[in-house]
């Protein structure tokens, strides 16, 4: 009703506020732009126009006004439309309250004329208690008849005030009803207003959306332009790069030619190579078979050296042993001295060895230094020759002819004897063979016996001796000792500097800077110029490194000096600049290196400085004129090129001149040159190979030899002369020297020398000359060319060898040789050799042969073929004219038929294929034919292929089979060929079957054939040649449709890193649902029968051992149907690898142990005692020798879950490179459904209808690895105790080659939010190399033994974490049950004790604490608010008590705090210790576990008495709380008869609203004339009444007497009590037992009450009797026991 008063007194407000606007009209939009309204809702007129200048702004605060009371209009019209529905709704449920109470009152009215009705019959029954309840009935219905009549007069008061309210309500709507239709206009109006703004929006946006159009099209039009244009000129430069193709194909070609030429050339120097290589093992072989055979010898004679010195060692014995001696003694002092004497010897030697060591070094050095210093070689002795020169000047003056004469040269007298023909041959054959040809520019060293120290065997020579003043005085800068210690020292002490640089598990090898040039070269310097260089040098290792300049060559010192800055640490791919100064002193050649220490080792750059040299070269070295006629003249250019930067003088001259001539520019230099030419020239063919197998020494006669040749070269009259012996090539052209020989020497020796020497007859004679210029000089980087003239002049061919000499004597003569053929046809081929290059069997190749005349007449000719080859070879014409001074051209046909090889004969070579045809051009009038040679290599066209046949076999239409097959090429020639015509179900790869074979060559191709229908096939396949020949390849195979198919085929994992898992899926497919093969395509194998409808059954065969796994591998699918499968891919290493790498680590670490357990021993045993040097050495030996790996721990297996198995596998997997593995997963097929076969039944698969999966599973090594804990990751919290958290820290570390940042972050899984784990410090980013670390933390909340996986995501794979935990409850179970422990009654002032038990069930220790609620900090808070007995019982909370009042606490426990191990049990010990009485001490004790959460709360209560006796039981009196004043139960001024005012503390209810305080009591019930204080006990009974006819149960109570007992010295050991007027109880129906007894110390006992409601109890009024109850022990106490009882219907 409330809400209604508002409602209405709301809606009066709003009358009031409309009725001040009646009469005024409604102001609408139009008027308020021409005035104001006013506040009350007037209308205003214009203001006046001295006020226009404040128009505007009253206009619009105004609007605002009229706007703001607009909405505020609407709002309230909406208000009062809501105020209307809910009175209307509110009056609906009041008239229907209304109509159900008016049925309400019917129905009481209705039965209480019923009951009146019964209670009549009962009456007249007399059935009085039926009459009662009948009464009682008809009583509660008249209540209810009155309450339900004043509830219609509330319904119908409160119905009218609604109706009259409502009325109201109307009523203002219709006052309203104006105001509302212009709201209604105002919103059209401004709707209409909105719509026009839409739609000249709307127009806007078209126009703009047009302008946009047009924009659009013109950027279509430039773009289609653009690109026109662009077209254009791709394809303008498309032509450009094929014109461009085409030339480099051209290019190419050439080029290939020219590298087949090279590889051929290089090819045959190979063979020549390996052969020579062969000869020189095979004479390796024999000088080990020879040097075999002297070890054999020589240890022979040490066996028999030991004998015989064994066997004078016994004779001496025995001698010694004969006269007495000490035997024994004797030989040893004799052994001992001759160790003694070999140790001097060995010493001596050892010491004569070094010191000619010594001197050999220092003689080297000394002869180095020289020959450096000295560019010229020393001028020849005047006194002493070589036995080289003698030998040689020799053999040019027997020659010349001046055998006989007298030398030119002088020579000792000593030498005027001819040599040994054999100490000549050996001397050449030694130099032949064995000598350098570089070796040759000294002839002092021509020689094979060379001194072990240069320059011993110089006559000059002299023993060096050191002057007594440099005896004691070193060297400058130290003696060579002394620098070698220091250069060892430096570069141990640079060692230690380097480092090794790795990166990313690479370690960087090679040389860490690249030069740039990569040689330092100064050529062609001048003494006193200064030359500059720059090098630069680029950081090539993989991270940052540092470059220091350590120096250059001690040589070099003097001339070179470095100018380098040293940058600091230089990252990878940048360069640094060094500054190389050259000022050279000396004109010689240097060459060493500048050397640089980086961080991870030294490196040097070569440096080289170069004189000014000589650099001559001939463009050819044969000139071949060719053919020429009688009379003729022709010319040759040669080139003499000079590419050094020195000049020199040069002179062409013929080879035969004499030696003399030759001397005029340098005779040491063309004697030198001149004997290499004779050398090779003459010597080396003329040599017979067996003369030097003849002579071949062992090396000790070698030296031997070596030793007695400086001997042998003192006499003289050894010396004897070669053979030699001329031989005429050209009679016209040369002269013919006559054979001199030496008939005993040659025998001797076995061996024939021949030179070839041509002697011109004259001027007038020579066919070849050179032009007018043959001598001059040539400067440096320059050509000169010289011409060469053939003029024939005898028919024949001629030949000339020139040669061409230089001033300069490091320059080497040069030769050149001029041949040409002077002939007197006048017909002749320019082409003689007609080369067809390769050709193939049944092919047409053609070729025109052009004919040359030099007649002055017409000739007839007459082109004639070979006999043998008339059937393949053609000329055409066979005869022809040609004119004078003409040529004429002849039409070759070549035809090769495969009868060639038997019809050419002698012209065809069978191996090589190559054909040599002799064509004739017989010329009329002339004996002597014309003739050419046809040159071809004949090759066949056949192609094979291999196998001739082949079997698909079995295919599904859902697959394609791939078989391989060869083709391969006979022919010499390459050759296009391709697959032709080929069916729809076949593919060729690769190019579709086409290509081009090269020669000889087989190719692998690749046969694909996939059925598109299940039948058998049998085609043929097509190769045809690009000379359209063909070659057939038959095939068969059969065609099955299986009953089931698959989704997909082929499956490409993508890169997984190693036990990583990707997962794809694919579906099994029944599509058989019709078995009618008319309409659609039905499974069946080939022809066969259809295969059932119906369900099928598919099974997956993976491989052993494979990373794979489908899910479900087998299963059934229906007709129509699909099948999802899921087929996952999870790298992981091998077991064995893991387990063998783990294996080694131990074995690994057991040998470290072990040798430093061994070590420790040793070395304690090295102190104890004195050990012999043969014992250390063994010692030493032992530590040397590894210990071999237990073979017990290569025997153990260690299990997956051991920390060295993972972390072998952490290490393997972070080597780990990568892998690419391909695995086919058959799925067999069975018609039927798995769930119906028995258990040992299986389905017959077929073998044909079987389907098959490809899988490409690339792995590759993990991008992120844990770097923690041995790489494991599997983590393990262990036991944790709940509501406890434990951390562990992981390291993880990116080994991937990028970093792993914001474009792909890195992602980590969700673990379960309301799991123990908690990811604490999560990251997006991991750069390349780095580590991080990540935080995890397990906190469980209950017992649980839990596991979660988290995966750390990124986009090269993903990481998986397992984490392990055990949650561990605090499991403790304590011994009081139900939680509260009753101390019971004491006496006050006094204690009790009493004990429980905590027990720990857990696996871990538990930390506890006792607390008290009483010594609790919020205890203090908690008494400040309201006392718990002003509040319901129901709400009470606080469980503390009464408490002592010498503020102790009244319960203690012991002990307070502790631990409690697992399994174990703690005793705890509570003691109640009251000062003062009361029945209500109570505290609460809590367990708390780990300071944090509570295990158990025990409920502590007690009561203290002042007397040994106490009474339990009954309804409660009074409080559970103290006031703060002590106050007597009974007040003694209340006691006499005063009316109760109900001040009384508490009053306690009661159903029949009687007071039943203690102050009531006592004026209700007379008091005993004995001054003790009396207790009340109130005891209430309910007797339940059932409607059944069986009587009810009595009700009853307890009440419970005790006895206390006390440590007090009394009197009485126990309490009587007594209960009076039981009599007067029975009456009433109440029975108590026992009435009155004895209750001993420390025992209760129970008093029964029990009452059974009379017959005359008015069920109506509840029964209130009262009895005392009497107490005797140390004193007397009374109870007064009220007893309560009434009937009650229901519990």
């Known amino acids: 009703m409330g809400r209604l008063e508002d409602q209405e007194f709301e809606i009066e407000a709003l009358l009031q506020e409309k009725g001040g606007k009646r009469g005024v009209s409604w102001v609408g939009p139009q008027e308020k732009d021409q005035g104001l309204v006013g506040a009350n809702g007037s209308w205003c007129p214009s203001l006046s126009p001295g006020k226009e200048q404040n ?3 009253e206009k619009t605060k105004t609007a605002d006004k009229d706007r703001t009371r607009a909405l505020r209009l609407r709002r309230d019209l909406k208000h009062l439309d809501t105020v209307h529905e809910e009175k209307d709704l509110f009056i609906q449920k009041t008239r229907e309250e209304l109509r159900a109470c008016r049925q309400r009152i019917d129905l009481i009215t209705r039965q209480q004329a019923a009951v009146e009705a019964e209670i009549a019959e009962e009456k007249e029954a007399n059935n009085i208690a039926a009459v009662g309840r009948l009464q009682a009935t008809c009583s509660r219905l008249g209540t209810e008849l009155e309450n339900e009549r004043d509830l219609e007069r509330s319904i119908t008061s409160s119905l009218k005030e609604n109706e009259n309210a409502m009325w109201h309500i109307e009523i203002l709507e219709g006052q309203l009803d104006t105001a509302r239709k212009a709201l209604r206009e105002e919103e059209a109006a401004e ?20 302008k946009a159009e047009r924009n659009r099209l013109l950027r279509i039009r430039k773009s289609m332009y653009v690109q026109k244009e662009h077209g254009l000129r791709h394809q303008k430069l498309v032509e450009d790069a094929q014109k461009n193709h085409r030339i480099a194909i051209k290019f190419l070609k050439a080029s290939l030619g020219r590298i087949r030429e090279q590889e051929q050339k290089e090819e045959m120097e190979s063979r020549e190579r390996l052969k020579r290589r062969m000869d020189a093992v095979l004479a390796l072989k024999n000088n080990i078979t020879a040097n075999r055979e002297t070890l054999r010898k020589f240890q022979a004679w040490g066996r028999a050296r030991a004998e015989l010195a064994e066997r004078k060692a016994q004779v001496e014995k025995e001698a010694i042993l004969a006269q007495g001696g000490d035997a024994f003694k004797q030989l040893f002092h004799q052994r001992r001295r001759q160790e003694l004497e070999a140790q001097k010897r060995a010493f001596e030697e050892e010491q004569k060895q070094r010191r000619l060591e010594i001197v050999s070094r220092l003689w080297k050095e000394e002869a180095e230094e020289k020959r450096k210093k000295q560019q010229l070689p020393p001028a020849q002795s005047t006194n002493r020759l070589t036995l080289r020169d003698k030998t040689w000047c020799y053999v040019s003056d027997f020659c010349e002819g001046l055998a006989t004469t007298a030398p030119l040269y002088l020579m000792d007298p000593e030498y005027l004897a001819y040599p040994k023909a054999s100490q000549l041959l050996q001397a050449l ?10 070796a040759l520019t000294n002839p002092e060293e021509e020689t094979l016996a060379v001194p072990e120290i240069s320059g011993l065997w110089k006559e000059d020579y002299k023993p060096y001796q050191v002057p007594k003043e440099d005896m004691d005085r070193k060297p400058v800068g130290g003696t060579k000792m002394d620098k070698d210690i220091l250069a060892h020292t ?7 500097v380097v480092q090794k640089q790795v990166v990313s598990g690479h370690e960087f090898k090679g040389c860490p800077f690249n030069s740039k040039p990569e040689l330092i070269h100064f050529k062609d310097f001048d003494i006193g110029k200064v030359y500059k260089k720059k090098i630069t040098l680029i950081n090539a290792t993989y991270t940052i490194n540092y470059c220091k300049l350590v120096g250059v060559e001690e040589h070099l010192r003097d001339f070179i000096h470095i100018d380098f800055d040293p940058p600091g640490p230089m990252s990878a791919g940048m360069s640094c600049e060094v500054l190389v100064t050259f000022k050279p002193m000396v004109n010689k050649d240097l060459e060493g290196n500048v050397s640089f220490l980086a961080q991870t080792g030294g490196f040097s750059v070569p440096l080289k400085c170069s004189t000014k040299k000589c650099s001559l070269s001939l463009d050819k070295n044969l000139i071949d004129f060719g053919s020429y006629v009688v009379g003729e003249t022709a010319s040759r250019v040669i080139t003499l090129t000079n590419i050094g930067g020195l000049g020199t003088g040069y002179k ?7 030696c003399e001539q030759a001397t005029s520019l340098n005779t040491s230099s063309l004697f030198m040159y001149e004997d290499k030419n004779l050398y090779d020239k003459v010597i080396r063919p003329s040599v017979s190979e067996n003369m030097f197998e003849a002579n071949e020494y062992s090396p000790m006669e070698t030296r031997k030899a070596e030793s007695k040749e400086p001997e042998e070269r003192r006499h003289a009259g050894e010396l004897a002369p070669p053979v030699v012996q001329h031989v005429a090539l050209r009679q016209p052209q040369h002269r013919t020297l006559a054979p001199l020989s030496a008939p005993d020497y040659t025998k001797s020796e076995g061996v024939t020398m021949t030179t070839v020497m041509e002697m011109p007859h004259g001027e007038d004679e020579v066919e070849i000359q050179l032009g007018e210029v043959t001598e001059g000089e040539i400067g440096p980087f320059s050509s000169i060319k010289v011409p060469v003239i053939f003029t024939p002049i005898i028919p024949g061919e001629v030949q000339t060898k020139f040669k061409v000499v230089f001033k300069n004597p490091q320059c080497p003569t040069l030769y050149f040789k001029v041949v040409g053929i002077a002939i007197d046809v006048p017909v002749w081929v320019p082409k003689p050799n007609v080369d067809l290059k390769i050709c193939m069997y049944d092919r047409l190749y053609q070729d025109s042969v052009l004919v040359h005349t030099r007649s002055k007449a017409a000739l007839r000719l007459r082109f004639e073929v070979c006999r043998e080859l008339r059937g393949h070879i053609e000329l055409l014409p066979e005869t022809g004219y040609i004119q004078a001074l003409s040529s004429y051209s002849v039409q070759l046909k070549f035809l090769p038929r495969h009868s060639l090889p038997e019809d050419a004969g002698k012209y065809f070579d069978k191996e090589s294929r190559v054909l040599e045809a002799p064509m004739t051009i017989w010329v009329a009038d002339q004996i002597r034919p014309v003739g050419f040679i046809v040159h071809a290599i004949v090759t066949t066209s056949d192609l094979e292929i291999s196998p001739s046949e082949v079997d698909f076999g079995y295919c599904t239409i859902y697959e394609a089979i791939k078989t391989n097959i060869t083709l391969h090429n006979h022919s010499l020639l390459p050759q296009e060929f391709g697959f032709v015509g080929l069916p729809k179900f076949v593919d060729i790869q690769p190019n ?19 059925p598109t229908k299940a039948r058998e096939y049998s085609f043929e396949l097509v190769c045809k040649s690009e000379i359209n020949r063909q070659f057939k390849l038959s095939c068969r195979a059969v065609g099955i449709h299986p009953p089931l198919e698959l989704s997909h085929y082929h499956i490409k994992f993508a890169a997984t890193a190693l036990y990583d898992t990707s997962v794809t899926t694919l579906y099994v497919i029944n599509s058989h649902l019709s078995m009618n093969s008319l309409t659609h395509s039905v499974p069946r194998i080939s022809s066969q029968d259809v295969a059932p409808v119906g369900p099928t059954s598919f099974e997956f065969l993976l491989p052993p051992d494979s990373p794979i796994t489908i899910s479900p591998s087998v299963g059934t699918v229906l007709p129509g149907k699909r099948c999802l499968v899921q087929v996952a891919f999870q790298p992981v290493l091998p077991e064995e690898l893991v387990h063998q790498e783990a294996l080694q680590v131990l074995s690994k670490e057991a040998e470290a142990k072990l040798s430093r357990k061994d070590t420790v021993t040793q070395r304690r045993d090295l102190r104890r005692q004195s050990i012999t040097p043969m014992r250390l050495q063994n010692r030493e030996r032992q530590f040397q020798i590894s210990t071999p790996p237990n073979p017990e721990l290569q025997k153990q297996k260690l299990k997956a879950s051991s920390e060295e198995f993972q972390a072998a596998q952490a290490a393997l997997a972070r080597a780990f490179r990568g892998k690419f593995d391909k695995f086919v997963v058959p799925c067999v097929v069975a018609s039927g459904d798995i769930k119906d076969r028995k258990e040992t039944e299986t389905l017959s698969f077929s073998p044909q209808n079987t389907l098959y999966l490809e899988l490409w599973c690339p792995t590759v090594a993990p991008s992120i690895v844990v770097t923690s804990d041995k790489g494991k990751t599997v983590f393990n919290f262990g036991d944790v105790a709940v509501g406890h958290r434990s951390i562990k820290k992981i390291s993880v570390q990116n080994i991937s080659s990028e970093d792993l940042a914001i474009s792909f972050p890195v992602e980590f899984s969700v673990l379960n939010p309301n799991g123990p784990f908690v990811l604490l410090n999560p990251f997006n980013k991991l750069p390349m190399g780095e580590t991080q670390v990540l935080g995890l933390s397990f906190s469980p909340r209950e017992s649980i033994l839990a596991q979660e996986t988290l995966d750390i995501i990124t986009k090269r794979g993903t990481l998986t974490l397992t984490l392990l935990g055990t949650g561990v409850a605090s499991m403790i179970v304590c011994s009081i049950e139900g939680d509260i422990l009753n101390m019971g009654y004491v006496i006050a002032r006094e204690s009790v004790s009493s004990t429980f038990k905590l027990q720990n069930l857990s696996s871990l220790p538990i930390k506890f604490s006792i607390k008290l609620d009483s010594l609790s900090c919020s205890r203090r808070e908690d008494r400040q608010q309201l006392p718990q007995f002003l509040v319901s019982p129901a709400q009470r909370t606080d469980v503390v008590g009464t408490q002592n009042h010498n503020g102790q606490s009244v319960f203690s426990v012991v002990p307070v705090e502790g631990v409690i191990d697992p399994g174990r049990a703690q005793d705890f010990t509570v003691t109640f210790s009251p000062d003062h009485e009361s029945l209500y001490f109570s505290d609460r004790l809590q367990v708390v576990l780990f300071d944090k959460r509570i295990s158990h709360q025990i409920l502590l209560k007690g009561a203290a008495r002042e007397h040994m006796m106490f009474v339990e039981g009954g309804d409660p009196l009074d409080v559970p709380v103290e006031s703060l004043t002590v106050i007597p139960a009974l007040d003694p001024e209340h006691r006499e008869g005063e009316p109760c005012e109900g001040g009384h503390p508490t009053p306690i209810p009661c159903p029949c609203t009687l007071c039943l305080c203690t102050p009531c009591l006592s004026q209700a019930l007379p008091l005993s004339s004995e001054t003790e204080e009396l207790k009340s006990i ?17 009700a009853t109570r307890e009440l419970q007497v005790g006895c206390i007992r006390t440590s007090q010295l009394s009197l009485k050991k126990s309490v009587e009590f007594s209960l009076d007027s039981v009599s007067a109880l029975q009456h009433k129906g109440f029975t108590v037992e026992p009435s009155r007894g004895f209750v001993e110390r420390g025992q209760t006992k129970t008093i029964n009450i029990a009452w059974m409601p009379t017959a005359d109890f008015d069920p109506d009024r509840p029964l209130m009797v009262s009895a005392l109850l009497t107490l ?3 004193v007397k106490e009374t109870y007064k026991v009220l007893l309560v009882a009434q009937v009650v219907t229901g519990p």
Not at 191 to 210: F, P, V
Not at 996 to 1003: A, D, F, K, N, R
């Open 429 to 438: 054959s030694s130099e032949s063979v064995q000598g350098d040809p570089g």
């Open 992 to 1010: 579709d079957g086409f290509g081009t074979i090269l020669p000889l060559e087989s190719l692998q191709l690749d046969v694909i054939f996939q």
């Open 191 to 210: 709707g209409r207003r909105l719509q026009a703004r839409a739609a000249e929006r709307l127009c806007k946006e078209k126009a703009a959306l047009r």
């Open 55 to 57: 128009a505007d702004a």
């Open 1578 to 1594: 109130l005891v209430t009974l309910e007797y339940l009444q059932l409607d059944t006819n069986m009587p009810a149960p009595p």
């Open 1672 to 1674: 005797r022990g140390d």
């Open 490 to 496: 430096m570069e141990r002490l640079r060692s230690g």
């Open 652 to 658: 062409f001259q013929p080879a035969s001149e004499s």
